[in-house]
């Protein structure tokens, strides 16, 4: 009897692994065909960073950004809440592009655009005391002002000087330092980074892919050297590398925070086996605003000249 059982055990347990497997390699594929047809859409807006096409971008992923956010905190059928997000969600990219048509700096209209976005949110949160949480409010409204930020300061790095260069360095960093970080983990990862927030990531992965995201922009500044007439300052090529992969791998655990603090899988579904837009270029966004603050605050700081 014993036997007998012990062998449907196993044959039970090979069935499951074999399905497993089968499923794993399933996701794998959807992912790949994705990531294929996303790269195929997405190439030619960079090359055509400088017109007109690369804000509508822009503008598309922080809308979709911005609905991802609404539907994560349970706030996107509240349409008093939401149209004012995501007009900021157009508004913001548009004047980080076109804002030299104005009497103000961009800066300075960036901050009275989420001023108020701010104060219409709070003043909202009065009328509508006892049927929407006032957290839920200022949930929405720090995710919200974070996000459109984070995508518009992919237009500012654009618009400065070597920018077709620059621009560049937020998806590589964080996309090379998260490769890094997970062959670093899988192959040498013993010792859990922060297992309440995302179990499979690893202190061995985490210096992993710090380390290849310096290595990976130094790289990148020696063929851009090679290929054009912009001079890479190397050291501050490493600097920002550093920086840009400690921010890309937090920008990672937040997204992994929220997603737990919601209890959901993903924030969308708009890339099959990828999730949605925050699922995909949660590190992206949280680089481009760093890189952008160390050209902002740092005299003289400059990855090409």
């Known amino acids: 009897m014993w036997t007998r059982q012990s062998q449907n055990l196993r044959v039970v347990t090979a069935g499951s692994a074999v399905s497993e497997n089968s499923e794993r390699i399933k996701t794998m594929k959807t992912r790949i065909i994705t990531a294929l047809i996303a790269l195929c859409l997405f190439l030619p807006f960079l090359y055509f960073s400088d017109t007109l096409a690369f804000l509508v971008l822009i503008q598309l992923l922080a809308f979709v950004s911005t609905y991802e956010i609404l539907r994560c905190i349970g706030l996107d059928k509240h349409k008093a809440l939401a149209i004012p997000c995501y007009i900021v969600s157009i508004l913001v990219p548009y004047f980080c592009r076109y804002s030299e048509k104005m009497y103000c700096g961009r800066m300075e209209i960036i901050f009275l655009i989420f001023f108020v976005l701010a104060f219409y949110m709070l003043s909202a949160g009065v009328f509508y005391r006892g049927k929407v949480d006032l957290s839920s409010i200022g949930t929405l409204l720090t995710m919200e002002m974070y996000v459109v930020f984070a995508v518009s300061s992919i237009l500012l790095l654009r618009d400065m000087r070597f920018g077709q260069y620059v621009y560049l360095l937020v998806f590589i960093s964080a996309w090379v330092t998260d490769t890094g970080a997970y062959f ?30 310096v290595i990976g922009l130094v790289i990148y500044g020696a063929v851009i050297g090679s290929i054009s007439y912009a001079t890479p300052q190397y050291l501050y090529l490493a600097i920002a590398g550093g920086v840009m992969s400690l921010v890309s791998m937090l920008g990672d655990l937040i997204a992994s925070l929220l997603k737990r603090h919601f209890g959901i899988k993903d924030f969308g579904w708009i890339l099959p086996g990828h999730g949605g837009v925050l699922d995909r270029f949660d590190s992206v966004f949280a680089t481009a605003p760093f890189l952008f603050f160390l050209y902002y605050f740092i005299p003289d700081f400059a990855l090409f000249i």
């Open 184 to 213: 670093v983990g899988k192959s040498l990862g013993r010792h859990k980074l922060i297992p309440e927030v995302s179990p499979k990531k690893t202190i061995e992965g985490a210096v992993g892919g710090f380390v290849v995201g």
